[in-house]
Nanobody
């Protein structure tokens, strides 16, 4: 069974940066997309950024494009979400997700087969 474990959340100041990590445990060879979602209090879980595990495609939501990106360490099976120029609006619980499907709608939560438990990011002004 695939398990996703996030780490790296915490407190950051507006304009600062953070890196979240998602380590993949278990039989990961069928995973084709790794992505990050977030959920702020009172809001729905939303897509943030994603990366095809082949490295051939990436996507980010409009709200984070140019500030956030996903990178991969294939040797360690770790996928990082690098976040720059943080704002209080980025405060949320961040979730790592994995999909085994070859063609997905990046932002569709139902397209992802595995989820981590989440890590809190709080950005103060």
């Amino acid at each position: 069974q695939v398990r996703l474990v996030e780490s790296g959340g915490g407190l950051a100041q507006e304009g600062g940066s953070l890196v979240l990590s998602c380590e993949v445990f278990g039989p990961a060879r069928n995973i084709v997309v790794m992505a990050w979602f977030r959920q702020a209090p009172g809001k729905e879980r939303e897509f943030v950024s994603g990366l095809a595990t082949t490295g051939t495609a990436q996507s980010s939501s409009a709200s984070v494009k140019g500030r956030f990106s996903v990178s991969a360490d294939y040797d360690r099976n770790v996928y990082d979400l690098q976040m720059f120029r943080l704002s209080p609006e980025d405060t949320a619980v961040y979730y790592c997700a994995a999909s085994t499907r070859n063609a997905i709608d990046w932002g569709a939560r139902g397209a992802y087969d595995y989820w981590g438990h989440g890590t809190q990011v709080t950005v103060t002004s």
